[in-house]
């Protein structure tokens, strides 16, 4: 079974500032998708940034993007010039894009990210 | 585009009564869609998959009677927890998957459920 762990219940961070959230997981499979979702209080799920794990590349979305390690288990979120608005949790999610495999997300516990003005 | 709703937003029901919850793809049709328990501060935990027109698959742990899940329609899928007991209260999300090749699941904006 997969697993993600984020070791960070909380940052905080001021704003216009950068911040990393960690994340890392721990699977046999080869091939497989990462995500980086927000939470904000109204509960409601947004999708930050997705990483395939065929690509060397890391994604970037904006002032979102990654640190992609394959052989480290290893997926970071960068937030650069952070705004009040980015104030939310984060989770990390791994799927896995085996065919046949298992197409529900499995999540981390979150990062509380705290934005201070 | 891409819009997932779900319904109701909240509910509050005695113990031992059961209650629906609707999950609908509101612009797009969803092959698959997927349900979600939150505990209060804590993360997203799946509960089952389902696929239109097949039984749900059910994560390990998850009781099948308990959360009967019906995926009757590519636009519709309904969660029902029956003779719900307060440990079942909890935040409930669904989401759902265009195709089998979309690689992005849809959020709803979840469901609250508070069995007193």
């Known amino acids: 079974a997969q697993t993600v762990t984020q070791s960070q219940p909380e940052m905080s961070v001021q704003e216009a500032e950068t911040v990393t959230l960690s994340c890392t997981y721990d699977?046999?499979?080869?091939?497989?998708?990462l995500f980086w979702y927000k939470q904000p209080p109204s509960r409601q799920m947004i999708l930050v940034i997705r990483?395939?794990?065929?690509?060397?590349q890391n994604a970037t979305e904006n002032r979102f993007s990654v640190n992609f390690q394959k052989a480290a288990k290893s997926f970071s979120l960068k937030i650069s010039d952070s705004q009040l608005g980015d104030a939310a949790m984060y989770f990390c999610?791994?799927?896995?894009?085996?065919?046949?495999?298992?197409?529900?997300?499995?999540f981390g516990k979150g990062t509380h990210l705290i934005i201070q003005p | 585009g891409a819009v997932v709703s779900q319904h109701p937003s909240w509910v509050i029901c005695k113990s031992g009564t059961s209650v629906k919850i609707e999950c609908r793809s509101l612009?797009?049709?969803?092959?698959?869609m997927f349900w979600y328990r939150q505990f209060p501060k804590q993360s997203l935990m799946l509960m089952a998959t389902?696929?239109?027109?097949?039984?749900?698959?059910?994560e390990q742990g998850v009781e099948k009677d308990k959360f009967l899940i019906n995926h009757a329609s590519l636009t519709l899928s309904t969660l029902t927890v029956t003779s719900a007991h307060p440990e079942d209260s909890s935040f409930y999300i669904c989401?759902?998957?265009?195709?089998?090749?979309?690689?992005?699941?849809?959020f709803g904006p979840g469901t609250r459920l508070t069995v007193l």
């Open positions: 612009d797009f049709q969803a092959t698959t």
């Open positions: 389902s696929n239109e027109g097949s039984k749900a698959t059910y």
């Open positions: 699977t046999s499979e080869s091939d497989y998708y």
């Open positions: 999610a791994y799927r896995s894009a085996i065919e046949g495999g298992a197409d529900g997300l499995t």
């Open positions: 990483q395939e794990a065929y690509k060397q």
């Open positions: 989401s759902a998957k265009p195709g089998l090749a979309y690689n992005e699941q849809f």
